[in-house]
């Protein structure tokens, strides 16, 4: 394989994954979809059904990225908030997805500021986490000069930093997490109003089997949503059926367009694996070479289409008595 040619596969997979990582955004930013996460993942919706969630909590002007969602023909969009924030000393921080959601009980307008993010990769050089705890405190922070000025801390409103990991490693996955601010009596017993510290929260959703989740909860929601083993018949029929999330025509047209894009990340980049494993392999002409083959194979695979080590095995249909030995050349590199 020249050069030009691996290159050029390269460019056609990172695109691919672009748009493919903006479908899904695009997905997610449904009110049907966030009011499951929601009231699954966040204390102050778990009285309330799903469709009420939906209709009446989820406010504002819907934002994606930095690109607009144009509403649908039935308005089902999410209203949202500029996914942007600006600090001219911490830099720009772009979310994927950022709404205001009204609290519902409290007697007046008091919004929570959620933001959710799509993530493939759960090992990024970083602790995921202090990721979410950073989203959080500049969701804080930027609220200064926005939801109040001066020494008015009072105005200060809940912030969420929702994470929907799609390849954690096993042990994590169909799990959802949260983290948040508690308070400890390190002496006495002195309590404060919980409102006045719980104001910040990170929660961790890890898919993993479609089939082990129970329906109640989002968790088997986005398992069969971003499942690569699903048709998109099968999807959308569980979407409707299990759910009950309508499929407008724009809904339907996005998870098409979704299952058509994985679909197509996936199939380049096996063939982009397969190639430079085969041309390793070649070029070596020794059992080495070819081990070595299979290494760039499993490290391609790892890279283009965000799969483990152990899924791009399973994909490379590579005995089981052989993957041990290629984990631990992982290991080493």
């Keep these: 394989m020249d050069w030009e040619t691996t290159t050029a596969q390269g460019l056609h ?11 899904c955004k695009r997905v997610l930013s449904e009110k049907s979809i966030l009011a499951w996460i929601m009231k699954s993942c966040l204390e102050e919706y778990q009285d309330c059904n799903v469709q009420e969630i939906a209709e009446k909590y989820i406010e504002g002007q819907p934002q994606v990225a930095s690109v607009p969602v144009l509403p649908d023909e039935d308005g089902t969009v999410i209203h949202g908030m500029d996914t942007q924030d600006t600090s001219l000393r911490e830099g720009t921080v772009t979310y994927d997805i950022r709404f205001r959601a009204i609290v519902p009980g409290t007697g007046e307008h008091i919004s929570l500021i959620v933001n959710v993010e799509a993530q493939n990769d759960y090992y990024p050089g970083y602790p995921l986490l202090m990721r979410g705890v ?3 405190c500049r969701m804080v922070s930027a609220q200064y000069g926005r939801e109040f000025t001066g020494p008015n801390y009072g105005k200060l409103k809940k912030v969420y930093s929702i994470w929907i990991c799609m390849n954690p490693p096993k042990g994590k996955e169909n799990t959802i997490n949260r983290y948040r601010l508690v308070e400890e009596h390190l002496a006495g017993a002195a309590k404060e109003a919980v409102d006045h510290y719980d104001l910040l929260s990170i929660v961790m959703i890890c898919l993993g089997d479609p089939e082990a989740g129970g329906s109640e909860s989002a968790l088997r929601m986005l398992d069969v949503l971003f499942s690569d083993e699903t048709s998109v018949a099968e999807k959308k029929k569980i979407l409707q059926e299990e759910y009950a999330i309508p499929m407008t025509q724009k809904l339907d047209q996005e998870v098409s367009s979704m299952c058509n894009l994985s679909e197509g990340v996936l199939r380049k980049g096996l063939a982009r694996g397969r190639a430079e494993g085969m041309a390793e392999g070649r070029a070596e002409g020794r059992a080495e070479g070819m081990a070595e083959g299979i290494l760039t194979s499993i490290q391609s ?30 290991e080493k590199q």
């Design 134 to 136: 950073y989203y959080c």
């Design 13 to 23: 997979i990172t695109e691919l994954s672009a748009r493919y990582d903006a479908a």
């Design 301 to 330: 695979l790892m890279k283009n289409i965000h799969v483990s080590a152990a899924q791009a095995m399973v994909i490379l249909d590579i005995p089981e008595g052989e993957r041990q030995k290629y984990l631990d050349l992982l």
